[in-house]
């Protein structure tokens, strides 16, 4: 049985939505990354916006991100794909995306995740203004292992203006970003629109992105502006009798809780990097493989599948 979603709520104050415009020259600042962009003329249908961040080494969309792509269509969103491959990239792989997505686009290799929203956020204006809600995501995960509808559903009527699936104490106290988003009001204000654009610069520094983004989505925007925001499964309900000698801050509940997560949360997605680290010889996680192909055979032959194409071979049980 799946807990009722427990939030991690801070004081809220009213968001301007005065937006300053920015002189830059558009041209000038995409001439370098964006290689190829092709949106939909029609419409929107649906009420979330779901930005999805693609990077492979083999330059291909390998079935398991389509098959989320998909499943987050199924589940009411309208998927805008972006592609860090850069130039080894085939837009012939879009194809593959062919009726799932408003738009794919393919941009050089820097900036990571955050590189790839705020690509989007640039040349997709529609992003701010025909959602009700918008999620950044990833293909960290696996996934997903149950149905995706209830839960963004659930996170679109909800009060909240920023919220991600987990948090994390590593590094201070902040929202884990392979899955967070946003509300139409927080979207539309000058605030988000800061964020993106005179606070953000692009960087190939790992550590410097984790800082002034990921870190800054509770930070910045809840601590510092007083957004409310929450989290869907807390690091502290999930510690509750779990934690051990570890604390909080040694903890990451996508490592540490993955197959809590998935067996008593009804979490829809496990973090690759779990299953890689069993696969180094850091966690035995044959118990969550065992619940990955329980739960759904699909994804988990998918998952096996990409594993195995980066050169990984996961040893089955009978």
Known sequence: MVRPLEYIKRKSRKISNRVRVDTTDFLSRWRTNVLSSEFCQQGTRERALCVFAHYSDENIIHDYVVYMVREYKKAGCDVLFVSACGDGFSILEFKKLDGLVVGAVLRANFGYDFGSWKTAYDLYPEMTKNYEAI?????????????????????????????????????????????WGV????????????????????????????????????????????????????????????????????????????????????????????????????????????????????????????????????????
Do not use: C
């Open 135 to 179: 999620i950044f995501t990833n293909d960290s995960v696996y996934g997903p292992f149950s149905d995706l509808k209830p839960l963004i559903d659930r996170v679109i009527n909800s009060e909240l203006d920023i919220w991600s699936l987990t948090d994390s104490y590593e590094r201070n106290y902040h929202y884990q970003s392979y899955f």
């Open 183 to 318: 509300s139409s009001n927080l979207a539309k204000s000058a605030l988000f629109k800061e964020f993106w654009g005179k606070r953000f610069s692009y960087t190939s520094d790992r550590n410097k992105v984790i800082r002034l983004y990921e870190l800054a989505l509770e930070s910045w925007f809840v601590q510092e502006h007083g957004v409310l925001g929450g989290v869907l499964f807390p690091i502290k309900i999930l510690a509750e009798g779990r934690g051990g000698s570890l604390p909080l801050t040694r903890i990451n509940p996508m490592h540490h809780y993955g197959l809590l997560l998935l067996r008593e949360f009804s979490f829809p997605f496990v973090k690759r990097e779990l299953i890689l680290s069993n696969l180094k010889g850091i966690h035995d996680v044959s118990d969550l493989l065992d619940i990955m192909r329980r739960k759904n055979e699909k994804v988990f032959s998918m998952s096996l599948d990409h594993l195995k194409s980066i050169g990984f071979e996961v040893a089955e049980s009978n």
